[in-house]
């Protein structure tokens, strides 16, 4: 039997939620969170703990998230773990698919069960599935394409379902970015969370920041205000003429789903005047992919994808190992970097690209989140890096 035909881990009951992938496997479970239906790509993410950020992390639009861990749910949810900040945007990740059933939240912390969270979202999940056997085919065969259905009487047209599967596109070549970033500029000022404070704001800052905002995560603007950037955000197709006339003293190239090659076509242009008038730049993640394209590297689709919180990276100057948290399907092709991109970091699972810097320019981006939310904190000190950067080329 192939892990897919194992994947329903009730195949007697009456299903009220199918998976259905592209090659026609059909998976039964049962419904949670909204009804309705939803197509995208099926990653597997193997983080332990941070739900909420995951599920709202605007990279995962596009995908239904299958989670390794079979106990989603046990701490609930709040409007403080949220990650998204376009809130009028499509929420992220578009299902969810889970081991076991949601059971009551239990943390001081919870305000909203995470069913009921899911629903108020629009976010179609379905649990009861074998997970292992569905990361197991992942593994396998790659990331793959599906619906996700839920309906309550669970009359289902499948027919109709495979062909959706079926005919979805994939994610190569999708550029999602105008789906979620912000119409409009704002400015951000709020700094990390802090036990018994919560959030303060950074009301004396050091620099001026410009983030180009292709899907952006809080705790990134967070990290940045909490090193003393007052950080404006502005939509993802702002000219370099615009964002160089704000004068920042920093440039960052956010994180956002989809395929960068399709973005980098408006991104590309722009991020290559900015590194050329020798502001500091810094990217994450889909920031990094249009960084690398736009030095002239190429990108690539990945098989299975990082998506996790305990990736070791290991950084080439010092050796030193960091845990990262990850979360991208496609990676700058080291065999691509041209002369004058130096390679910095490198995943110690699959020996990827995981960091670029510009010789001779105050200029660098990872492929990780070191942002983390969730995961650990080892990478925190890339944002004092970047502050260092500002501070010589301000000072020069
Ligand atoms: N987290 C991200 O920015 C993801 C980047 C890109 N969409 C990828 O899947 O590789």
Redesign the pocket.
Known sequence: MTPSENASAWPDLEPTALLVLADGTVLKGFGLGAEGQAVGEVCFNTAMTGYEEILT?P?YAGQLITFTFPHIGNVGTNDEDIETVNMAATPGARGVILRSAITSPSNYRAAKHLDAWLRARGIIGISGIDTRALTALIRIRGMPNAVVAHTKNGRFDLHGLKKEAREWPG?EGMD?VPMVTSSQRYTWDEMPWEWSKGFSRQDSPEFNVVAVD??IKRNILRLLAGEGCKVTVVPATTSAEDILAMKPDGVFL???????AATGKYAVPMIRKVIESGTPTFG????H?MLGLAVGAKTKK?HQ?HHGANHPVREETTGRVEITSM?????VDEATLPKGAKQTHVSLFDGSNCGIELEGKPVFSVQY?PEASPGPRDSHYLFKRFASLMRENKSA
């Open positions: 992390d990279s994610l999602l292709y899907g956010s994180n956002g789903p989809g395929d960068p994450i993640c889909l920031g992919q990945m994808g979360n991208h399907g496609f990676t989140h």
